[in-house]
């Protein structure tokens, strides 16, 4: 089993459309998880840490449930530039502290 | 500009050839690493550091050997034992004393075979 888990997709969604992804962890000892944009042969870009209680910003949504070991990101309201690979990475609070990282859910947004 | 910046961009390797990538940060992060990215796949650790002169294996370190002399540089070699180079390679930064923060990424070099 792999450590971080992604749907890869594609999920083709309208404009306008709400979409969800979940990410799923397997190591409890993970401690920050973060959600990063990869658009096409780009290097991928922070979109949003993702915190226990819950987090927003702007038409993103991210949440985390610990028990369960997902995270989730919620796009609202979808664009034409949302369209990208969205990766999902967790870091244990352990000496290495490097990100392991999910294969990523892509996204096409269609007008 | 604060930032980390990758060189070159593309870079061909010939059988048998040893290759160099560049890895420069000016953010003073303490924290380096080198990631793979094959086609329609997750960044998988090679290397890190988290101070100078002191480096660790990642997940796939066989076939490549970095350095650390200087807190800016993060020099990544791909040696003529790693069999499949071919890939998009990713340097990253972070402040490490802190695990909420997260890492940075430069632009990236892609490595072919010729």
């Known amino acids: 089993r792999k450590e971080v888990e992604q749907d890869p997709g594609p999920f083709n969604v309208p404009e306008g459309a709400t979409v969800a992804f979940n990410c799923t962890y397997s190591n409890s000892a993970s401690q920050s998880f973060f959600w990063y944009r990869q658009d096409c042969r780009k290097e991928p870009k922070l979109l949003m840490s993702?915190?226990?209680s819950g987090n927003e910003d702007g038409r993103f949504t991210a949440q985390l449930n610990r028990a369960s070991q997902y995270i989730s990101l919620l796009i609202r309201d979808s664009k034409l530039s949302d369209s990208a690979t969205y990766l999902c990475?967790?870091?244990?609070?352990?000496?290495?502290?490097?990100?392991?990282f999910g294969s990523g859910t892509r996204l096409q947004v269609q007008p | 500009d604060g930032g980390i910046t990758q060189s070159p961009k593309y870079l061909f390797r010939k059988e048998g050839q040893n290759v160099t990538l560049s890895c420069e940060q000016n953010?003073?992060?303490?924290?380096m690493y080198w990631y793979r990215q094959d086609p329609g796949q997750g960044l998988r650790l090679i290397y890190y550091?988290?101070?100078?002169?002191?480096?660790q294996k990642g997940d796939i370190a066989e076939g490549y050997s970095v350095s650390r002399e200087k807190k800016e540089s993060f020099p990544l070699t791909v040696t003529s034992a790693q069999k499949n180079p071919t890939a998009f390679y990713l340097c990253?930064?972070?402040?490490?004393?802190?695990?909420?923060?997260?890492?940075?990424f430069g632009p990236g070099t892609r490595l072919l075979v010729l």
């Open positions: 550091s988290q101070i100078v002169n002191d480096f």
């Open positions: 953010l003073n992060h303490d924290a």
């Open positions: 990253a930064s972070s402040i490490d004393h802190d695990p909420t923060r997260t890492q940075y």
């Open positions: 993702v915190y226990s």
């Open positions: 990475a967790v870091k244990e609070d352990t000496g290495r502290r490097a990100l392991t």
